[in-house]
């Protein structure tokens, strides 16, 4: 007869032979037996704790341990990578333009959705103390706004600072605004995406590539840091070396030359397919709350809270959320610039 | 610079893969770079270290006796796990059984694991005949498997342990590593107890043929000695591969099994 406790007792041997042919970090399902599952649950909870071993699910009917204990995913992502190194704010929601393949579904009827002059200075304020070290500014069009200049001010005089913009808005009061702006703490990200009209005015309306070329320049001569950043379709990567070399004429440096794929996200009707687990999140701020990533904002299944303050408690729950999802997910990352 | 030297290994689970690239990288920009070369048993590894196409080998107890054998001698270990010079075979039996020690084995079903292992095998069946009752005396089953890997993967030894819970046997013979993994005695009361300890002998070690100088071996065990257990990066491979300092050989611990092997005639290639 075998007695009660040796079924426990098997399962353990079964734990250890198992776990010996797999490796490090991938895991093992046992089936508990019925009228034993209680005894067998503090059995594998004891063996896991006394061996090294991690056990990822007590189920009802089977027990799931991992080989070794899985690594920190925050401390594998390295600090360049860590939620929270960049702060993205969304100034606002609307738009001169509307790309057909806008992540923020933006264009000239969105509803403003205005983040505001006081919350963004808080936002610096505290990023400074949450370990933030650079914050990113986008939109929507953030050249719209009347104040964006003291939006700006308040962002530079906290750290180095990023502005994206489609560059087409470059005159009058706007330009003065940019003229007013800290060019040692300010870069200029503008959005075109091809060497030629063609590709950039299919997606983002007829004469646009030659007002964003324009706006390069502009933001160039006045001794501003501009990086341009392309969004191409899937399967058009072939474009990218007349891109390069035409940028490398605008006086554009090579480090700022940024090249991303279409998400399947907003009004794009193509794209690759973003979800929480493929996205290292970016801590992205909205007048909505704190969404997982900014190509992602204002879509319900990546909103983490609606509490944008204090800023370090909303990064900590974006790391504490990754790292949860990260413990359950095997598949590797992949990082999506959004820059 | 030396050119690197290559570590024979056999592969006996997945992990040694990402040990051996962990030792790999470790050892990288160093000045004693080394490879490594996967084997699937260690028939084959010491047939390639004595014939010179591996410099080194991770060798357990019985790939060092036989490599002593086919080289007269004339290989050196460089080195073992602070593991490898405590190891002991473990006489557990049922919890509750009344034994004391190896003489009660007299008669009694005592399971053995693979042949070709040293701790669960043929050590046991030396401290029988030079500590207990003679290994004639006690009925002996083996459970015979993955042979050629020495007894690296410890399935024999499990499943000699399932024999003793199942009273297909009284008792089984296991190496100190097994015990230690299922818990000893302490996790799971009830089950097992050890009723028998072996004295320490030596398990693994690095194994070079004698044309490999000094000149390429000693920069190589400096550096091996350099690993650190308080070193987070060091400590994974450590960890990964059982132990927390390499030291330097015991060879006083390889006595029994010489012995062991040549009293029970162990063929020369397992
Ligand atoms: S992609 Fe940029 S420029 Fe185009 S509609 Fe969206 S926010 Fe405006």
């Given at each position: 007869m075998v007695s009660r406790s040796l079924v426990s007792h098997g399962l353990v041997l079964d734990l250890v032979e198992q776990l010996g042919t797999i490796a490090r970090y991938d895991t093992v399902t046992l089936p508990l037996e019925e009228d034993e599952r209680d005894e067998q649950r503090s059995v594998v909870a004891a063996w896991c704790t006394r061996t090294g071993n991690e056990l990822v699910e007590l189920g009802h009917d089977t027990v799931t341990v991992r080989r070794g204990r899985s690594p920190d995913p925050l401390a594998e992502l390295g600090?360049?990578?860590?939620?929270?190194?960049r702060l993205w704010m969304y100034?606002?929601?609307?738009?001169n333009l509307a790309c057909d393949y806008c992540c923020a579904r933006s264009s000239p009827q969105s509803a403003r959705k205005a983040l505001g002059l006081d919350r963004v200075r808080r936002l610096a304020s505290e990023a400074v103390d949450a370990g933030v070290t650079e914050l990113i500014l986008t939109g929507g069009e953030p050249f719209l706004l009347p104040n964006l200049d003291e939006l700006v001010a308040a962002c530079t005089s906290a750290l180095p600072t990023i502005l994206l913009t489609n560059g087409m808005l470059f005159r009058g009061n706007r330009l003065a605004a940019l003229q007013g702006m800290d060019r040692s703490r300010l870069a200029l990200q503008i959005s075109l995406d091809s060497a030629t009209p063609g590709l950039h005015d299919l997606h983002r309306g007829r004469g646009s590539w030659e007002r964003a070329v324009a706006g390069i320049r502009t933001a160039r001569d006045e001794g501003f840091r501009v990086r341009v950043a392309a969004t191409l379709?899937?399967?058009?990567?072939?474009?990218q070396q007349p891109f390069h070399t035409f940028l490398d004429s605008l006086g554009v440096a090579p480090e700022d030359q940024v090249i991303r794929v279409l998400a399947h996200r907003g009004v794009a009707d193509e794209g690759i397919e973003l979800t929480l687990e493929s996205l290292i999140p970016e801590v992205t701020v909205t007048a909505e709350g704190v969404y997982w990533h900014p190509v992602t904002a204002g879509h319900e299944d990546q909103f983490v809270t609606a509490d944008i303050f204090p800023l370090q408690e909303a990064i900590a729950e974006v790391r504490r959320r990754f790292t949860e999802m990260r413990a359950r997910a095997t598949a590797a990352g992949q990082w999506f610039p959004c820059a | 610079m030396n050119q690197p030297l290559i570590v024979g290994a056999v592969a006996y689970t997945p992990n040694v893969v990402t040990i051996w690239e962990g030792m790999r990288d470790y050892f990288a920009g160093t000045p004693a770079e080394m490879d490594f070369v996967l084997f699937s048993n260690y028939a084959r590894q010491v047939d390639a270290l004595v014939d010179g196409r591996i410099d080194l080998a991770w060798n357990t107890n019985l790939a060092w006796v036989r490599t002593v054998a086919q080289t007269d001698g004339a290989c050196r270990a460089l080195a073992m796990r602070d593991t490898d010079a405590v190891f002991r075979t473990i006489f557990v039996t049922r919890a509750g059984s009344s034994f004391t020690g190896l003489d009660d084995l007299r008669g009694r079903r005592l399971v053995l694991g693979s042949k070709d292992s040293a701790q669960a095998a043929i050590l046991p069946v030396h401290f029988l005949d030079h500590s207990g009752?003679?290994?004639?005396?006690v009925d002996i089953s083996r459970i015979d498997s993955?042979?050629?890997?020495?007894?690296?993967?410890g399935r024999s030894e499990l499943d000699a342990l399932r024999a003793v819970l199942d009273d297909r046997a009284d008792a089984a013979a296991i190496g100190i590593n097994t015990w230690e993994a299922i818990g000893r005695e302490e996790l799971m009361p009830g089950a097992f107890e050890a009723f028998w300890q072996s004295p320490t002998y030596s398990h693994c070690n690095f194994t070079v043929m004698p044309h490999v100088g000094d000149e390429r071996t000693t920069p190589w065990v400096e550096q091996l000695f350099a690993m650190d257990w308080e070193n987070p990066a060091h400590r994974s491979i450590l960890e990964m591969e059982g132990l927390r300092a390499w030291v330097p050989p015991h060879l006083d611990g390889y006595a029994s099994l010489f012995d062991a092997v040549r009293e029970q005639a162990i063929p020369p290639r397992w």
């Open positions: 600090a360049a990578l860590m939620p929270g190194a100034t606002n929601f609307d738009c379709p899937h399967g058009q990567s072939h474009q | 009752p003679g290994a004639d005396s993955d042979v050629g890997k020495h007894g690296d993967t």
